[in-house]
């Protein structure tokens, strides 16, 4: 018996249109997308564009375009892509909050390359948990979804979009009216941050959490099996400084029940950096009330080096950045190769003037050239600048290695 899985649409056009050696071809990638503002933003999924080297757009009307990558986030499969074109009608983002079970909508997008096409629905169900690698809940529709319907629309009667396309579960690849889309808030969301900041700015509470059991239940004397026990709070992490303990059971957020564990992850995906959480919690049978400010999600290279002694940089040039030594921990963590040397950047403020270059997890080797290899050679280094003139980065991203420049504060 074949058991179903969950499907990307989009992976049948890595087969469909490849050719030649696997080492070394060329694949071209079909999806679907929409128009979000006049200046050309558009919407898709991140596995639509991720790893390409060139992005074409063709719109409904015939005119195609070369697209750049604005910002893409894998947690939640979103990308922003931008292009330059005139006269664009970009698509309204409705409250997907108000979207109800057995609303009537319409997929849009081009599944086998046939583009424009549309096909009728309903929602089938809200709150699905459809990949276990997402904590984000999401819309079920009977609407049919096939490859190269990933990033595309999902509308209801009015046009207005309600939520993104994004994967099916199937037992073949193709439709069997089980379908997944991202809801229009989340993508809202996501949307503001990337076109903001390159990048989704991620609450952050610091916490691993567990459901809670039964027995654990039963020896806390509590109603119900909802709620999340903390198994882990993270060294100088909000939830730390808010008082946080390992064992804690989270029982309320902002004064809703918390159903589970997994519900605790799509709230923090919801709320703003900087706001207030509300908590209600069950620690040895006693109820309490936290409140914990919520920060930034930091990059996991930074919350690896929670536990180690970040050096704070006196140069005006590197005025807010914090960096620690490449350890092997760190070096295993965020899968550095061997021939990467250097120190890792754990946090930045964005004011200064290497704070708008540099991003948490980069691995900086060289500074005007003089190789970096450890905090000694990159204090040595940096108290030597001139904070009047750019500066010249070899770093490693995301396991790219490129060239950076600092330019001065004016």
Not at 232 to 250: C, E, F, M, N, W
Not at 271 to 278: M, P, R, S, T, Y
Not at 401 to 406: D, H, K, N
């Amino acid at each position: 018996m074949v058991q179903p899985r969950f499907f990307d649409p989009f992976e049948l056009f890595f087969r469909r249109f490849s050719h030649g050696d696997p080492n070394t071809q060329k694949v071209s990638i079909l999806g679907s997308g929409a128009i979000v503002s006049k200046e050309g933003h558009i919407i898709t999924n991140d596995h639509v564009v991720s790893g390409t080297d060139e992005i074409l757009v063709q719109l409904h009307d015939g005119r195609k375009a070369r697209a750049r990558l604005v910002g893409s986030d894998p947690q939640i499969d979103l990308a922003v892509l931008k292009i330059d074109l005139d006269n664009l009608s970009p698509i309204s983002l409705a409250d997907s909050d108000d979207v109800k079970v057995g609303q009537l909508v319409f997929a849009i997008g081009s599944p086998f390359g046939l583009e424009g096409s549309v096909s009728q629905g309903i929602i089938s169900a809200k709150g699905r948990r459809a990949l276990s690698e997402s904590s984000l809940e999401y819309f079920q529709t009977d609407t049919a979804i096939n490859p190269g319907n990933s990033g595309g629309p999902l509308v209801d009667i009015h046009g207005r979009m309600v939520g993104m396309n994004t994967a099916i579960y199937s037992e073949s690849g193709g439709n069997q009216g089980i379908g997944f889309a991202i809801p229009s808030n989340v993508v809202n969301k996501a949307l503001i941050s990337l076109i903001q900041h390159g990048r989704i700015v991620h609450g952050y509470l610091g916490v691993s959490v567990e459901p809670v059991t039964q027995d654990i239940a039963n020896r806390m004397q509590l109603a119900s099996t909802a709620g999340a026990v903390i198994t882990k709070v993270t060294a100088r992490s909000p939830a730390a400084k808010a008082g946080l303990q390992k064992g804690d059971v989270i029982l309320k957020v902002d004064g809703k029940e918390l159903r589970d564990s997994s519900a605790l992850s799509q709230y923090l995906g919801q709320i703003e950096v900087g706001d207030n959480l509300a908590l209600e919690i069950n620690r040895s049978g006693t109820k309490r009330a936290l409140v914990v400010p919520i920060e930034e999600e930091p990059a996991a290279a930074e919350e690896d080096a929670a536990a180690a002694s970040p050096t704070a940089i006196n140069s005006a040039s590197f005025a807010g950045i914090q960096v620690t030594d490449l350890t092997d921990d760190l070096r295993t963590e965020a899968s550095v190769p061997d021939s990467v040397h250097g120190v890792i950047v754990i946090r930045v403020d964005p004011s200064g003037a290497a704070g708008q270059t540099l991003r948490p997890g980069d691995i900086i080797e060289e500074i005007n050239r003089h190789p970096i290899y450890n905090v000694q050679d990159f204090e040595k280094i940096t108290n030597r600048l001139d904070a009047g003139r750019p500066i010249i980065l070899a770093l490693t991203r995301n396991g790219q290695r490129s060239f950076l420049i600092i330019q001065p504060n004016q």
